[in-house]
């Protein structure tokens, strides 16, 4: 946690009140830095924050998270540690966070603004959108919410447009939210960065999209404000609000499978977020370098590791799972690369939803494809692995323990295939040489 480095928080919070407000280094500074004379618009005591966080539900048609190391509460302790006192700070959870006290929280919070005060919202649990004439509402699940009448129940993003917003006299918003559809708070940050104020939305998914339930996006916001190195994508020391970004971005493409959506109003991603205070040791040994994903063979199965360092033959990583940190030695053996095969717009596919549904490819975004249903109009962002093309070519493939098994060619490069087998995940995907291929 960040309990020495109190400045980290200000100047986290600086980013969100204008992001022209440069923070400058200084090597007089007990911290490395110090502030131009421009008044901080967005100040630790000045900053009202509205934690939100619902794992167990009321309703029985909605499944409930582990409760063990939840990260809203880690949340919480960092926004103190760095300087929010703690009446500034609302935390609901599991039963007390129902509609009326989220409704009542915001309406305090927006009561008792005025031009200097920024607000932070996060939430964590189900998200979904409304039925029938609903449809195109989107929830974020309290506690006490019916699933099945959400529009009589449930806590409709609608209510920050419609009521907070016109309400809130302050400077700055930042919005996080990490559950299903939680895109939906890109809408509010436009409506309240319209008014030529900061906005900052940062989304674990797509508005329509579904969400992982894993804490890996919370957890990549906390790494950022902790300092951590591997955050650092430039690696000069610093932490920016783009290195948050694809921190967060990088965590959920290897970890969840997932694509983040993320949006700034009247601010940048150069921002600055923090200094760096927990290093990795640099290296490149032309196939990896510290802070790359890839697959570590362990318990009879393929997991993403991000690399934290390599001593000697042994790599040393950390594998995410659902709250913690694990960390991992291993050899080269035991590793290998992530591929993503890219598949371009316009072509009909059909796409694991469940079931595999029709679906065409409307965009793409690096190793993520925007699928849209052609029965209903959904929209996913998805990785290949969940994408069936009709180009894939049946083979039959000699597996690493010297077997010859059924499955497909993907992709290829260099006269070598890249190559699915039948009844494995897509972990086990892997560049085979030609010689262990026939059609």
């Excluded at 190391?69 to 703690?86: F, T």
């Excluded at 950390?318 to 717009?345: E, N, Q």
Aim: contains cysteine; hydrophobic residues 35%.
């Amino acid at each position: 946690m960040l309990r020495k480095y109190p400045l980290l928080l200000a100047l986290f919070l600086l980013v969100l009140a204008g992001c022209q407000n440069l923070v400058d280094l200084d090597e007089d500074s007990p911290y490395g830095m110090s502030f131009d004379l421009a008044p901080a618009l967005l100040d630790p005591a000045n900053t009202q924050v509205l934690i939100v966080g619902v794992l167990i539900y009321d309703d029985p048609w909605l499944g409930n998270f582990e409760t063990y190391h939840r990260k809203d509460s880690e949340l919480r302790d960092v926004l103190v540690a760095y300087g929010v006192p703690d009446s500034n700070i609302t935390l609901l959870q599991d039963g007390n966070a129902t509609r009326n006290t989220m409704q009542k929280a915001l309406h305090k919070i927006a009561k008792n603004s005025n031009e200097n005060t920024n607000f932070i919202f996060y939430f964590a649990g189900h998200g979904f959108n409304g039925i029938g004439d609903d449809i195109e509402s989107i929830y974020f699940a309290n506690s006490d919410i019916n699933s099945w009448h959400p529009e009589e129940t449930g806590f409709n993003l609608n209510y920050f447009t419609e009521t907070f917003l016109p309400e809130f006299e302050g400077n700055s918003i930042l919005l996080m939210g990490d559950c299903c559809k939680s895109g939906g708070l890109n809408a509010i940050a436009e409506t309240f960065g319209a008014t030529g104020k900061q906005a900052v939305a940062l989304s674990s998914c797509f508005y329509t999209d579904w969400s992982t339930g894993n804490w890996t996006f919370t957890q990549k916001i906390i790494d950022g404000l902790n300092g951590d190195g591997l955050i650092d994508q430039e690696n000069d020391g610093t932490v920016t609000l783009g290195d948050v970004i694809d921190g967060i971005s990088n965590g959920l493409k290897h970890i969840d499978r997932q694509r983040p959506s993320c949006v700034l109003y009247n601010c940048t991603e150069d921002a600055f977020i923090s200094n760096v205070v927990t290093t990795y040791p640099e290296f490149a040994d032309g196939q990896v370098e510290t802070g790359d994903y890839v697959f570590v063979y362990r318990k009879n199965n393929w997991f993403p590791v991000e690399i934290t360092g390599k001593t000697g033959a042994t790599y040393s990583g950390r594998y995410y799972d659902y709250s913690d940190y694990i960390p991992l030695t291993f050899t080269a053996d035991k590793m290998k690369i992530p591929h993503f095969v890219h598949y371009p717009a316009g072509i009909n596919i059909l796409y694991d939803a469940f079931t595999d549904k029709p679906g065409v490819i409307i965009d793409t975004d690096g190793d993520f494809m925007e699928m849209q249903s052609t029965e209903g109009g959904q929209i996913l962002w998805r990785p290949y692995e969940v994408i069936i093309t009709g180009n894939e070519i049946d083979a039959t493939i000699l597996n690493d323990d010297g077997v010859w098994s059924a499955g497909q060619v993907l992709d290829s490069l260099d006269g070598n295939y890249f190559v699915r087998y039948t009844g494995k995940n897509y972990q086990w995907d892997q560049w085979v040489t030609p010689d262990r291929v026939v059609f």
